[in-house]
């Protein structure tokens, strides 16, 4: 079983002949099995040479890093070596049709929008109101007739959806406007936290696949970001994330004083994150009954399977249905 | 040109021949192919003349003076492998080597013994033919269960499907 492994603490992650090494500031030192690891997460500020990114590169294990305020900074992505052009080409004519990019862009909105229905509908009496106002978007999806139009109901359900939060969450925690670069306040400071994870697991599973992360059709392919990971996170952060934010306040997991209070900006504290992750950590190695596969797959592998049918539909061989958790 | 891997998927799956020719391989991590991979790595230990690429596109696994050898994990495809060692032995006929082939189906302690005859070899210029036909095609053959989908690399690739909602 590959699993991911996470450092907070200052150091220098070295390699000693074929293992690897991690050594804190005090100099103690644990070893990590690089066989078995899939992704590495660097939040702590930490010292590593090419003989390391080396090491890791044959194992084809990913490394993740975060800054100080652990937003995203980038990944080393070992040398790629499931390549496609074939794959590549095709997933173009997606992006290049606009007839065929919009049925992309909605299927990723659809999916989004039945996962974050699913959540809140969980608190019936609550949420109601919420629940009418995103379906009575939502029926705009269809007859919308470009990608700006999408992106601007998917915004507005965005909102309606977390406004429902203030009725879902048991603690202080309020949701007044979504804030990002900084988070301004816990709840934002969740969210974007919760997002970044998301976002490079979805890397992560792009890349053992043939697709390619930089061609997307919700998001507008940009040089910053693997943009396709962001079209994949729609499906998965109300799935996934949001459910682990509502778990962790509602089970008093995290509480307020798991934040750091900056001018402005409101972040997790590292005790904060450790919380988070560890709940992430769980709910993607959690397993569902997959009605086609007639097998238990992992909340992580169904990320896979989504790339996977994304190459299907571009191939021409399955027309692409998004993930609506049937469970 | 054809490779052997190429004309054994032929005779498995012609969507699992589509697939990996087009570069949407799955084997890499499959646990079955890597077991594979590693008895590739420690079959014949006595003989010289092993992973010989021949014209940059079949390699043979082994090769002594009667036989090209070729080793398998287990005997559940017998057709297929019998067929991808014609194909050696064919494209080995047409370069002036005349052999026998072996298969060896270690774990299992079991060889079979291949020979060309004339019907093989037009069942296998046949099957060349077919493969750059199904090559051609800018789709994969439809998806079509067989008893041993499960077994495969390609099953969650090929069974990632949603149900009607």
């Known amino acids: 079983m590959l699993r991911d492994h996470y450092i ?17 500031e005090q100099e103690n030192k644990k070893s990590l099995p690089v066989h078995q690891t899939d992704n590495l997460y660097i ?11 080396n090491l890791l590169s044959q194992h084809d294990v990913h490394l993740h890093v975060f800054n100080y305020y652990g937003f995203y900074a980038g990944t080393f992505c070992p040398r790629n070596k499931k390549v496609s052009g074939f794959t590549v080409v095709q997933q173009s004519v997606h992006y290049l049709e606009h007839e065929k990019r919009l049925y992309m862009a909605r299927s990723f909105l659809q999916s989004a929008v039945h996962h974050m229905l699913r959540n809140i509908r969980r608190y019936k009496e609550k949420t109601e109101q919420y629940v009418k106002n995103i379906e009575e978007e939502a029926k705009k999806m269809d007859s919308a007739t470009t990608i700006q139009e999408l992106m601007g109901i998917e915004g507005r359900i965005r909102q309606h959806y ?35 994870l998301c976002y490079t697991t979805v890397l992560s599973e792009i890349y053992k696949t043939q697709l390619d992360p930089t061609i997307s059709f919700l998001h507008e392919p940009s040089t910053k970001r693997f943009s396709l990971c962001l079209d994949l996170a729609e499906i998965f952060k109300p799935l996934l994330v949001d459910v682990v934010i509502i778990s962790c306040i509602n089970n008093r997991i995290i509480t307020q004083k798991h934040f750091d209070f900056l001018d402005g900006m409101v972040l997790l504290n590292e005790e904060g994150k450790k919380r988070f992750i560890k709940e992430w950590d769980e709910k993607l190695s959690t397993t569902v009954q997959h009605r086609k596969l007639k097998r238990k797959v ?24 998004p993930l609506k958790a049937w469970w | 040109m054809v490779s052997g891997v190429q004309m054994q998927y032929y005779k498995v799956c012609k969507r699992k021949l589509w697939l990996f020719s087009k570069g949407i391989a799955m084997e890499n991590e499959h646990e079955r192919v890597i077991e594979g991979k ?49 194909y050696y032995l064919y494209e080995l006929k047409k370069r002036g080597i005349t052999k026998k082939g072996l298969i060896s189906y270690t774990k299992e302690r079991k060889t079979e013994e291949v020979e060309l005859t004339e019907k093989d070899e037009s069942a296998i210029e046949k099957a060349i033919k077919e493969i750059y036909v199904i090559l051609q095609s800018p789709s994969p053959p439809r998806l079509k269960k067989l008893p041993y989908c499960t077994k495969c690399a390609y099953y969650e690739f090929c069974f990632a499907l949603e149900g009607d909602d």
């Open chain 1, 162 to 196: 977390y406004q429902s939060f203030n009725a879902i969450l048991k603690q202080d925690f309020i949701f007044e406007k979504r804030t990002k670069q900084p988070p301004q306040d816990p709840l934002n400071a969740l969210i974007s936290f919760g997002n970044s």
């Open chain 1, 8 to 24: 907070f603490s200052n150091g220098r992650l070295k390699r000693k002949d074929n293992t690897l090494y991690f050594f804190d």
């Open chain 1, 43 to 53: 939040f702590g500020e930490v010292d590593l040479n090419s003989s390391l990114l």
């Open chain 2, 38 to 86: 590693i008895l590739h790595e420690r079959a014949y230990p006595r003989l010289e003349d092993r992973e010989i690429l021949v014209d940059d596109t079949f390699k043979l696994d082994a090769l002594d003076k009667e036989y090209v050898r070729e080793i398998k994990i287990s005997s559940k495809m017998p057709e297929a492998d019998r067929f991808q060692m014609l």
């Open chain 1, 298 to 321: 992992s909340y992580r592998y169904f990320i896979r399977l989504e790339c996977y049918k994304l190459i299907k539909h571009f191939i021409g061989d399955e027309p692409y249905k």
